[in-house]
């Protein structure tokens, strides 16, 4: 029961740099998320998946960008990494409205921390 | 600009303690509330709320909606330390599957 898997765990990028986060679940989960933690600030949702192929931005999605090829795997992309990315990010998955949600709408993996030098 | 606003930001008490934390909201077509609980890692789903008035429990938790007065309180009894975690209510939008979290309350048990 590995349900949503986040790669890496940890990362120290340098300022300019760029990488891609990797989100994986085994649900069979339509919905996919993209959230940032920061101290103080709750969790904020970056960008959002509701079917395989698209993709929609959240609250905070400028800097980033995401792709979800495959109903499995959502991925987030930093293009230019800035000091200012420097938080906790997770990955989270959901059935549709309406559908199977009344026990755990959503379900979060276990976060990648990632440091901006 | 929908938001939801969580107090105290931080809480320390004593084992055996019971605390209770609130959640406030502004929120245009409003689907349902939910509680996490956040210790280390991933946030781990409590409770989800729709309707006011009834309440949900689990074990020494409990939580209650008031649509009306637009908050939520979510209570915990006879505290114990592994209770000790951060907070997170958040709400989600009729026709959506988005969450807005509020800051979360970091609540700490001493022994």
């Known amino acids: 029961n590995a349900g949503v898997t986040q790669t890496p765990k940890f990362r120290v990028l340098k300022t300019g740099q760029s990488m891609t986060l990797l989100c994986a679940q085994d649900?069979?989960?339509?919905?996919m998320y993209w959230y940032r933690q920061d101290p103080g600030m709750g969790l904020r949702l970056i960008h959002y998946?509701?079917?395989?192929?698209?993709?929609a931005k959240g609250e905070v999605p400028d800097g980033y960008n995401v792709s979800r090829l495959k109903k499995q795997n959502f991925l987030l992309g930093l293009e230019s990494a800035a000091p200012s990315q420097t938080s906790v990010y997770f990955c989270?998955?959901?059935?549709?409205?309406?559908?199977?949600?009344?026990?755990?709408?959503?379900?979060f993996g276990d976060g990648t921390r990632l440091s901006i030098l | 600009e929908d938001k939801v606003v969580q107090s105290p930001l931080s809480l320390v008490v004593h084992e055996g303690d019971t605390v209770t934390l609130n959640c406030s909201y502004e929120?245009?077509?409003?689907?349902?509330l939910l509680w996490y609980k956040q210790e280390k890692k991933a946030p781990t789903f409590l409770f989800m709320l729709?309707?006011?008035?009834i309440e949900k429990k689990s074990g020494r938790l409990s939580s209650i909606l008031d649509k009306k007065e637009l908050f939520s309180i979510l209570n915990i009894t006879a505290t114990q330390t592994g209770d000790s975690a951060i907070y997170l209510c958040a709400f989600r939008i009729q026709g959506a599957q988005k969450l807005v979290f509020g800051q979360g309350t970091r609540l700490t048990i001493n022994p």
């Open positions: 989270a998955s959901s059935y549709p409205p309406g559908q199977g949600d009344s026990n755990q709408p959503q379900h």
């Open positions: 729709t309707s006011s008035g």
């Open positions: 649900m069979n989960h339509e919905y």
């Open positions: 929120v245009t077509n409003f689907r349902s």
């Open positions: 998946s509701v079917g395989e192929g698209t993709t």
